[in-house]
């Protein structure tokens, strides 16, 4: 097969599927101390598997942000604007309503050791906009997306990689001048976060939160890369040829990100500009090599399993989450006490019969093909939901 049609890349949709189910992955282990390295992140500089999937999809994200926005001819209208906004509202919002059902949960049960009425402990529990974090991974797609979205309708597209260039050069240089890599609460970044978000609304991490405000801008390039990146993919139909842009594009990237990680440092957690450009690097790479294997060899058999992650991939992202959240909190009476469900699974059962590490990893692989029977079924039905 060398001819490839402008219709919906599979290839797309099972590097999606792989980022989500790889972030649901490492997000659920059954004992965060109990962590194989590849499936744990870098603590602060370096880069691992883990490190990957979360900055992949965002690459994938501003591919299909192209794609999405061609039946407008990427021309700005009220329409098309409205539509933007709306989905990044959306998006942010059911983030926030992630964290906070996780705070209710958490204050739930907690009030549950104190003599309380069940109105006074549901209260409590349902205030608490005062320490609720703010931003977080769902809330940094919505502002990437709305972002490159709106750059895509009301900027030329030959001027999009100088932009790129100006908000990574711009941000690398905030680092610099800020003391942007060091692992403390003395970091330009976590120095805005405090003053703007305040410490209540941030992530607990040595005064980092790794989705904070300033590192929204490298992200923001991040995505616009992947808008590029869609743009040289979609403009040629011969399946040799995509392939050859993006190995092309993928050699650039690593290269010329890992050459300048010895002047700025890959980091995820502040996003500097070389984990940008690295990861967008090898994703490009991947999406290259699956497009050959799929498309080129016509091996496909294997894909079901991430097609049906990569086809609704938010919403199997969110009702991961919620399912964990909710695993994690329902308790249930065990020994002289109770256990979450969580617990119970892992402790009483997984760990006793496989021990700490192949438990853990067992209960996220088992955690992982829940999500995934629940997103086959709606693949099975044709039920795409959009978010």
Not at 20 to 36: D, F, Q, R, T
Not at 125 to 145: E, K, Q
Request: aromatic share 14%; glycine share 8%.
């Amino acid at each position: 097969m060398n001819q490839t049609t402008n219709k919906r890349l599979l290839a797309l949709d099972i590097l999606r599927g792989i980022t989500i189910a790889g972030m649901i992955l490492v997000n659920n282990p059954g004992s965060w101390s109990s962590i194989y390295a590849p499936l744990g992140h870098a603590e602060w500089t370096g880069l691992t598997p883990t490190d990957l999937v979360f900055p992949f999809f965002m690459f994938i994200m501003g591919i299909s942000t192209y794609i999405s926005l061609r039946k407008y001819d990427f021309q700005f209208s009220r329409t098309a604007a409205l539509k933007i906004i709306k989905r990044t509202v959306v998006i942010f919002a059911i983030g926030l309503g992630i964290a906070w059902f996780s705070l209710f949960c958490r204050t739930w049960n907690t009030l549950g050791e104190e003599e309380l009425s069940f109105i006074s402990r549901l209260g409590q529990s349902i205030w608490t906009f005062d320490h609720l974090r703010i931003l977080g991974v769902m809330p940094r797609l919505a502002l990437c997306y709305g972002a490159t979205a709106l750059l895509a309708l009301t900027l030329r597209h030959q001027y999009i990689p100088y932009l790129i260039a100006v908000l990574l050069g711009g941000y690398f240089i905030l680092l610099k001048l800020g003391n942007g890599f060091a692992y403390d609460s003395t970091n330009i970044l976590s120095v805005v976060d405090h003053a703007i978000l305040g410490e209540a609304h941030m992530y607990k991490d040595n005064g980092i939160d790794p989705e904070g405000l300033l590192s929204t801008i490298p992200s923001i390039a991040h995505v616009l890369i992947g808008f590029c990146v869609g743009r040289l993919l979609m403009q040629v139909k011969n399946v040799d040829e995509k392939i050859e842009r993006l190995f092309i594009i993928g050699t650039i990237l690593t290269f010329s990100g890992f050459l300048l990680s010895y002047g700025c440092p890959i980091s995820k957690k502040i996003w500097s500009p070389t984990f940008a450009i690295v990861t967008c690097g090898l994703a490009s790479s991947l999406l290259a090599l699956l497009i050959w294997i799929i498309d080129v060899k016509g091996h496909r058999n294997w894909c079901r399993f991430f097609e049906s992650f990569g086809v609704n991939p938010l919403f199997i992202y969110v009702m991961a989450g919620l399912l964990s959240i909710l695993l994690s909190n329902i308790l249930i009476p065990y020994a002289d006490g109770n256990i979450s469900l969580h617990g119970y699974l892992y402790k009483v059962i997984l760990q006793p019969l496989l021990g700490d590490y192949p438990g853990s990893l067992a209960f996220a692989l088992l955690f992982v093909t829940l999500n995934w029977s629940i997103g086959y079924i709606l693949y099975k039905k044709k039920i795409y939901i959009k978010i």
